[in-house]
């Protein structure tokens, strides 16, 4: 698990690591601009060049403090390098006046002229994690500047966050550099993660430069995602097992031509390590079914008339429960999702697709269920449960989120370019897996069968449901390397599944 953080909290940070260690901020400044001398260096030698020339982009605060150290350590290594001073001196923070001093007294070549063409390789340090407003003025043309360089072949390197970014929302102010690879220090920010952002930063290197430990638990950081490191949540298999060891997961899926929802979900619970799936389906599905899944138990309903009575007494027989995925939206469906909701299992209730969509226009069942809940939607599945539009849900996600959750008492997945997970408590998880091949159908159907089948193995729901997501997108990241992004199919991620976690359980 790593923390992502905000602008506030990188500053608190900061200010931690020099009161309670006595580290000088001129110390951290320096050990920030060596990291981007070192990453400077390493792209000036990928470039083969005879000769690289370097131009360091420095606004007036402390983050074009470290641009200018970092020119400064290289110019002291024999590389071409000239500081260009886009800032203002009245206002430059004291760190940055002072190695401005020191780059002037070792005789670092300054310009001021925006003429950047010339130079191989351009450190973005104009702006860092403070900007709050719109980029106007001379500090436009100067990210104009660089942008423009970059288009003409020159490898550009943001310091801690391209210049125009918001560290927090990932949002452009106005205009933005477009970095190949950012440089960011102790933790990686928010914005460098979330979209746009994330297409300005490039490639995100985050470096140790000696901030307190403590501080991340003194300031309370809220925002995590998993990586590789996280495998190890992965559910044991033990040797002395049976299929009741690893539980039972009941899918409520599928209807008449949309029995590929449900076949995807089960499956993705098995494949999870799931012992044993049920399938609740329509009498349409019955043959369809059989001949895809074999494994699965099939309890099938007359495509209009379930027996709702015998459902409700069965619910308690599972681990684990999957509610929506081509469900329909007809009398029959809606009567399903009324019932399951409005029991009082106390299993996990995993809703997607068209379990969302009629519960959007009965909101007063998930109101009143106290089923534990987690739903699933995509941004516009979303628009509907919360009535605020899809723009709106981009700019203001979390605290839409978080009043949702508080009101239902679920946790959210708010899938997305960035899925984030929202529930009852101070974390937020952002999750960084998966890729744009995974925008096809079936995609969401896997998932839920994914977060199901951890589910049915005993593990918290909300701990499923960020793993689950996590694994999802690493199974699409296996399935992209295998199909290529364009190509790639749900069927394909599906079946990734299994090379992903003979990987895991063989490390």
């Known amino acids: ?133 719109p980029v106007t003025g001379t500090y436009k043309d100067w990210i104009t500047a660089v942008n423009s360089a970059s288009e003409n072949g020159s490898k550009i390197i943001a310091v801690d966050t391209p210049s125009g970014i918001h560290t927090d929302s990932g949002q452009i102010m106005g205009t933005a550099v477009h970095a190949d690879r950012t440089v960011t220090f102790g933790y990686i920010k928010k914005g460098l993660v979330l979209y746009p952002g994330a297409s300005c930063a490039g490639k995100v290197i985050c470096r140790d430069i000696g901030f307190d430990p403590a501080a991340a638990k003194t300031i309370g950081l809220q925002y995590i995602t998993y990586t590789k490191e996280d495998y190890k949540r992965l559910p044991k298999r033990y040797a002395d097992s049976h299929k009741g060891t690893y539980g039972h997961v009941l899918v409520i899926a599928g209807s008449k031509n949309m029995a590929g929802a449900a076949y995807f979900s089960a499956l993705a619970a098995y494949r999870m390590g799931a012992g044993l799936v049920t399938l609740y389906t329509p009498e349409s599905n019955r043959c369809i079914l059989q001949q895809l899944l074999p494994e699965a138990v099939l309890k099938t309903y007359p495509d209009t ?20 995925p081509g469900l329909g939206q007809n009398a029959a469906s809606e009567n399903i999702v009324r019932t399951v909701t409005a029991s009082d299992i106390k299993i996990p209730l995993i809703i997607d697709a068209d379990g969302l969509n009629i519960l959007s226009k009965n909101m007063e069942w998930l109101s009143k269920s106290t089923v534990p809940t987690v739903i699933t939607p995509h941004m516009k599945e979303l628009s509907r449960l919360t009535g605020h539009n899809i723009q709106y849900l981009k700019e203001n996600l979390v605290q839409v989120c978080e009043t949702f959750t508080r009101e239902y008492g679920v946790i959210c997945i ?51 449901a960020r793993l689950g997501v996590y694994l999802h997108g690493c199974a699409g990241d296996t399935a992209a390397f295998n199909k290529g992004f364009h190509s790639m199919t749900a069927s394909d991620v599906l079946n990734a599944i299994p090379e992903l976690l003979k990987e895991i359980t063989l490390d």
């Open 1 to 133: 698990m790593e923390y992502l953080v905000t602008g506030r909290q990188a500053k608190a940070i900061d200010t931690y690591t020099i009161e309670h260690t006595g580290i000088p901020s001129l110390v951290l400044m320096e050990r920030a601009s060596l990291t981007i001398a070192e990453e400077t260096a390493q792209v000036a030698a990928q470039l083969k060049l005879p000769a690289v020339r370097i131009a360091a982009v420095c606004g007036s605060g402390n983050n074009g403090g470290d641009g200018i150290a970092a020119a400064r350590i290289l110019h002291s290594r024999g590389y071409d390098v000239t500081i260009f001073f886009a800032g203002l001196r009245e206002k430059m923070s004291p760190d940055c006046q002072k190695q401005l001093s020191i780059a002037e007294n070792l005789s670092v070549p300054i310009s001021n002229d925006t003429d950047l063409d010339a130079y191989n390789i351009i450190i973005d340090a104009i702006f860092g994690i403070g900007l709050d407003r």
């Open 305 to 324: 008339a379930p027996d709702l009575s015998a459902l409700s007494d069965q619910l308690n027989n599972y681990q684990a429960i999957i509610l929506g």
């Open 414 to 464: 708010a899938k997305d370019t960035r899925t984030m997970i929202i529930d009852n408590s101070e974390t937020i998880y952002i999750n960084l897996s998966g890729n744009n091949g995974m925008a096809t159908g079936g995609s969401g159907d896997i998932l839920t069968g994914i977060i199901a089948g951890l589910c049915a193995q005993h593990m918290p729901l909300s701990e499923a």
